[in-house]
């Protein structure tokens, strides 16, 4: 099973500013990376695919970069509705799609 | 709109049995595969079953292997999981989640229903 390792399990940061958030595969998942953004009581919501993809309606200041094993969600100027958290997962694999354990993003 | 609306959930006390439903609208529900994720504080999000989109194969987590059940009617657009010799642990939130065709990540997620094992 691949495992998925996020840091930090916590990001505080202010309105306005980046955050960057890391994902790493204990081994190669090629480009088969994706984001999803879940916030309280909600299910997650799917951010970024194929590592750099943003999926449908998802605003430019959402990006995604990396391949292989390391991984990286960017948010720029970040607003008030960014404030979740985030889950990264592999999906190099039918069925076996694992989770990361999550990084909250937090103001 | 794309909806899925899993339903079943409860209290239900060690060692006992509970199913769980999706059922799902607004996209070829045929198509996608469908997987049931839980989540707990404790293990954040897990991948429990899986069915492909014709029902001809089923996957289980070996955390439940043997225990639960998946299936689904395509011609009613709904997934099933039966679960038995349910354990403290299976204490969690459901989800079913849609996944379309090919290595692809889940594209759409019901909002969960809330399994609750203890005596």
């Known amino acids: 099973e691949i495992v998925m390792t996020q840091s930090p399990a916590t990001l505080s940061v202010s309105p306005g500013e980046r955050a960057t958030l890391s994902c790493r595969a204990s081994?190669?998942?090629?480009?088969?990376l994706a984001w999803y953004q879940q916030k309280s009581g909600q299910a997650p919501r799917l951010l970024i695919y194929?590592?750099?993809t943003r999926a449908t309606g998802i605003p430019a200041r959402f990006s995604g970069s990396g391949s292989g094993t390391d991984f990286t969600l960017t948010i720029s100027s970040l607003q008030s509705d960014d404030f979740a958290v985030y889950y990264c997962?592999?999906?190099?694999?039918?069925?076996?799609?694992?989770f990361g354990q999550g990084t909250k993003l937090e103001i | 709109e794309v909806q899925l609306l899993e339903s079943g959930g409860g209290l239900v006390q060690p060692g006992g049995s509970l199913r769980l439903s999706c059922a799902a609208s607004?996209?070829?529900?045929?198509?996608?595969?469908i997987y049931w994720v839980r989540q707990t504080p404790d293990k954040g999000l897990e991948w429990v079953s899986a069915i492909s989109a014709t029902g001809g194969t089923t996957y289980y987590a070996d955390s439940v292997q043997g225990r639960f059940t998946i299936s689904r009617d395509n011609s009613q657009s709904t997934v099933s999981l039966q679960m038995n010799s349910l354990k403290n642990d299976d204490t969690a939130l459901y989800y079913c989640?849609?996944?379309?065709?090919?290595?692809?990540?889940?594209?759409?997620w019901g909002q969960g229903a809330l399994v609750t094992v203890s005596s």
């Open positions: 607004g996209f070829t529900f045929s198509n996608f595969a």
């Open positions: 997962q592999q999906y190099n694999g039918w069925p076996l799609y694992t």
């Open positions: 194929g590592a750099s």
């Open positions: 989640a849609a996944k379309a065709p090919g290595n692809n990540p889940f594209d759409h």
């Open positions: 081994q190669s998942v090629s480009s088969k």
